[in-house]
């Protein structure tokens, strides 16, 4: 992408309405647009982001044996009154009327919809187990929503639902999503802590809370400094016995406030550390809630109709984008992880309009794009100082500088983001970096 042809709208001063980095940062950047309360428009650069992360969660769901289906935003009323949430939602649900009259709403999330799909065609306990997932906007009519997309009214989350004959294969398609969560936080470069949640009427121990810690998150947690070491990549196959993967994590105290009983914790006083943190990502479940409510049954191994044990799984993908900028951000501007970057790489033309630096920085960037790597090239007449400011904003993981001094000894300038480290090196090795993005130091 060519910087004078994007559309890139920054900010130069800090926008008076946010409170918090992410949001400051995200409007700075030019990632997205209010457009009415906790509504926004995703421009281009929020979008890439988006789009990556969202590819993740769906690459981790995939691995996971969960099937991709895609459910529409306007559901009818009819399927909630038959669970009996229809008046239990309350005001969060934005409820509409269609033209002849009929009751609708905008889905502020998918049970009954998707109970209604297993119930049309599910016969038999041999169609289990199945785990359907989507990746949909969302609409809840939050009372307070703020920090941006990270308490949204319209948001993009990921919620995948498993169907299961009984419990104890409901409990595998619960490991199967904790460990998809821990596999997806990993690759976004987050410490997402499984938490107890609540569990509500069911109750047992299956509802976790995935929360990465923020001084500026919602949710006060409590739990085993450990965490702070734990090292969350997991590189277990999902054919290999999940328990003793998910038996490892829990065995860790991590207690989101609403379960923490500090007269019911085993662990020292010394050891418990009690923070802030932000959800995202949930797993739960509710057994045959919404299979008993609305008749959802399949013939079980003994010939009588069974009820699907259900559980949900959500992950809040917008929610992410500001998430992982709490996470990893400094007083320059956002600091992507390479796997969800906008670009990979910027190359920054120090001196547009000279023959040599024009040349040297078109045949990076289309090198770059041969190689496959998400390239944007600074060919815009902004003045250095500005173009360095920009591409430190909105976090470029490698920006390759091409400079007047430079250029005399055939040299470019290659800084890395996240250490702020800068190594001059000839074009040919900086080419080397571009086509293995990281995978070589610069030290
Ligand atoms: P919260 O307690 O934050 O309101 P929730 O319990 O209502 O969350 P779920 O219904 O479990 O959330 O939704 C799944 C995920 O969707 C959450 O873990 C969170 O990451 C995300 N999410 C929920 N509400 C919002 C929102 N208003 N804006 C952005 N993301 C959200
Ligand atoms: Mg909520």
């Known amino acids: 992408m060519r910087l004078s042809q994007y559309f890139l709208p920054v900010l130069k001063e800090n926008p008076k309405e946010a409170q918090i980095a992410s949001h400051r940062l995200m409007l700075r950047a030019g990632m997205i647009q209010q457009s009415s ?35 529409a935003t306007i559901q009818a009323a ?15 649900m934005l409820r509409i009327k269609d033209r002849h009259d009929r009751d609708m709403l905008y889905g502020p999330t998918n049970e009954e919809v998707v109970t209604d799909i297993a119930r049309t065609h599910l016969r038999s306990y041999k169609n289990l187990p199945l785990n359907l997932y989507h990746i949909q906007w969302k609409f809840r009519d939050e009372v307070r929503p703020r920090f941006g997309v990270m308490r949204g009214r319209e948001f993009l989350m990921k919620d995948a639902y498993s169907f ?37 009427p069911i109750g047992g121990d299956m509802s976790h809370e995935f929360i990465i810690l923020a ?95 259900m559980g949900s799984y959500g992950i809040g993908v917008s929610r992410l984008v500001g998430g992982i900028i709490e996470a990893s951000h400094d007083e320059d501007g956002i600091i992507w992880p390479e796997s969800v970057a906008p670009f990979d790489v910027a190359v920054i ?24 790597r998400d390239m944007l090239l600074d060919d815009s007449n902004d003045s250095p100082g500005a173009k360095m400011k920009t591409i430190s904003l909105i976090g470029v993981p490698w920006q390759i ?3 007047p001094r430079g250029l005399k000894n055939d040299l470019v300038e290659v800084k890395h983001r996240a250490s702020g480290k800068t190594v001059e090196m000839s074009p040919d090795a900086a080419l080397q970096l571009i086509e293995t993005s990281g995978a070589i130091s610069i030290d």
């Open 37 to 71: 309360a906790g509504i926004y428009s995703w421009l281009p650069l929020g979008l890439r982001v988006l789009n990556r992360i969202e590819q993740i969660v769906r690459e981790e769901q995939d691995r996971a044996g969960a099937l991709e289906i895609k459910m």
């Open 78 to 92: 009819e399927l909630w009154q038959e669970s009996g949430r229809y008046d239990d939602y309350g005001l969060e």
């Open 164 to 200: 299961d004959i009984d419990k104890e294969s409901a409990r595998h398609a619960y490991n199967r999503m904790f460990v998809a969560y821990l596999k997806t936080f990993a690759r976004m470069g987050l410490t997402a802590i499984p938490m107890v949640a609540d569990t509500g």
């Open 215 to 309: 001084d500026t998150g919602e949710s006060g947690v409590f739990f085993d400094k450990k965490w702070l070491d734990t090292d969350m990549v997991t590189d277990i196959d999902y054919s290999d016995d999940l328990q003793p993967v998910v038996d490892s994590f829990t065995s860790i105290y991590a207690k989101t406030d609403e379960k923490h009983d500090p007269d019911n914790c085993d662990i020292a006083p010394s050891d418990l550390l009690e923070r802030r943190g932000i959800e995202v990502g949930h797993i739960f479940y509710f057994g045959t809630k919404y299979s008993e409510a609305m008749s959802a049954t399949v013939q079980g191994a003994d010939g009588k109709p069974t009820e699907l044990h």
């Open 349 to 372: 033309n120090l001196k547009p309009g000279d023959e040599a630096a024009d040349s040297l920085c078109e045949a990076l960037y289309e090198k770059g794009m041969a190689a496959g």
């Open 401 to 403: 500088i091409v400079g």
